[in-house]
């Protein structure tokens, strides 16, 4: 079972959102020619990837981060 506080989970998840923001920054300024994805998605894709890792690990089912990762593609390939 995971023994972090509430507090440890928001700085790990605030930390993920950053570097999301990072990647979907650079990504912005170079100039990508793909507009579709951006500072927003790259930080959507990252959150939603942590609490998909958190959620398996807290339930001991690999099939979260499965479901996850399924979730994020289909959003990809609309």
């Known amino acids: 079972m995971i023994q972090n506080s509430i507090f440890e989970q928001f700085v790990n998840f605030g ?5 999301g923001f990072a990647l ?7 100039g990508s020619e793909n507009p ?3 500072t927003r998605d790259f930080i959507l894709i990252a959150l ?3 609490v998909s890792g958190y959620l398996s ?4 089912s690999p099939w979260i981060i499965l479901g996850g990762f399924l979730g994020i ?3 990809i390939a609309a």
């Open 15 to 19: 930390l993920t959102a950053l570097v």
């Open 24 to 30: 979907g920054l650079e990504r912005d300024m170079a």
């Open 36 to 38: 579709h994805a951006g």
């Open 48 to 50: 939603i990837g942590s």
């Open 57 to 60: 690990q807290f339930f001991q």
């Open 73 to 75: 593609s289909s959003e």
